[in-house]
């Protein structure tokens, strides 16, 4: 029989989460990735996980569990595109509840003309 080499398969369901509901994001905290998928119907409250690659491989993939404020930021960014969120920290919304508040950046792809132009 011969020997077989085995590699773990990461991300899917095992894949870390961040901003997850038990966590204690501290304001300024951030994520950067390439968004790879979404998710959608995900657990109890079906809600939706953005999957970003944080590094070059897309091995070391990782969750964020959508919310109001992220749902509707994430609506404008295409899959493939590089993505920085960042914790604002909890403020008030105009009914009186707190939410958890984002800044989402996406990356400005240079197009290959202008990396050729520049040698790089």
Do not use: C, H
């Amino acid at each position: 029989m011969t020997q077989t080499n085995w590699e773990e398969i990461k991300g899917g369901d095992l894949m870390d989460m961040w901003n997850g509901k038990d966590s204690n994001l501290q304001v300024g905290a951030s994520v950067e990735g390439r968004l790879e998928d979404v998710k959608t119907e995900q657990g109890p409250n079906k809600s939706n996980v953005y999957v970003l690659s944080t590094d070059t491989k897309g091995e070391d993939l990782i969750g964020i569990w959508g919310s109001t404020v992220l749902d509707g930021k994430f609506q404008k960014i295409a899959v493939g595109k590089m993505v920085k969120v960042v914790f604002n920290g909890r403020k008030k919304g105009k009914r009186g509840t707190e939410y958890k508040d984002f800044s989402i950046f996406v990356g400005i792809d240079t197009p290959e003309k202008e990396v050729d132009a520049l040698n790089l």
